[in-house]
């Protein structure tokens, strides 16, 4: 079974160097405070304000480091992470919803358009269950 993502969840990208967190930013008509900890959606996916940079990137399709490897005389060259991630995370729970938005789970994943796949290692919060 699936569980809900909160505030805080730890993530990893496939070409990150080191993990993330989440970062859900409430509004009004979309708070769901679970003891403090607010529950995540599928659109919490915005760079830098849901998702924090994974160190370097190593991400070959990352314009950045073609520039820093070609720099180098072809040596490969890990640069700073920017997360890139311009769609929302997926699937999302079916039957799940926050604020009319699907519930963010921890199957779901987020696709960075440098080619890196955004996982959740840890959900955060306390353990729900979402279908």
């Keep these: 079974m699936a569980q809900q993502v909160y505030q805080g969840a730890t993530l990893q990208c496939t070409f990150g160097a ?6 859900v930013i409430p509004s009004p008509t979309s708070v769901v405070d679970t003891g403090g900890l607010f529950a995540a959606t599928i659109m919490d996916h915005k760079p830098m304000a849901n998702i924090a940079p994974f160190g370097l990137c190593a991400a070959p ?4 480091v073609i520039t ?34 699907p519930a963010l789970n921890n199957h779901c994943k987020l696709l960075c358009q440098w080619s890196g796949v955004i996982s959740i290692t ?8 979402v279908p």
């Excluded at 180098?72 to 920017?82: A, D, E, I, V």
């Excluded at 840890?122 to 269950?129: E, S």
């Design 61 to 64: 399709t990352n314009p950045v």
């Design 122 to 129: 840890y959900p955060g919060g306390m353990k729900v269950t």
């Design 18 to 23: 080191a993990p993330s967190t989440l970062t």
């Design 68 to 101: 820093a490897t070609a720099a180098k005389s072809g040596t490969f060259t890990p640069m700073p992470c920017m997360p890139a991630t311009p769609a929302p995370w997926t699937p999302g729970s079916p039957v799940v919803t926050i604020g009319g938005k």
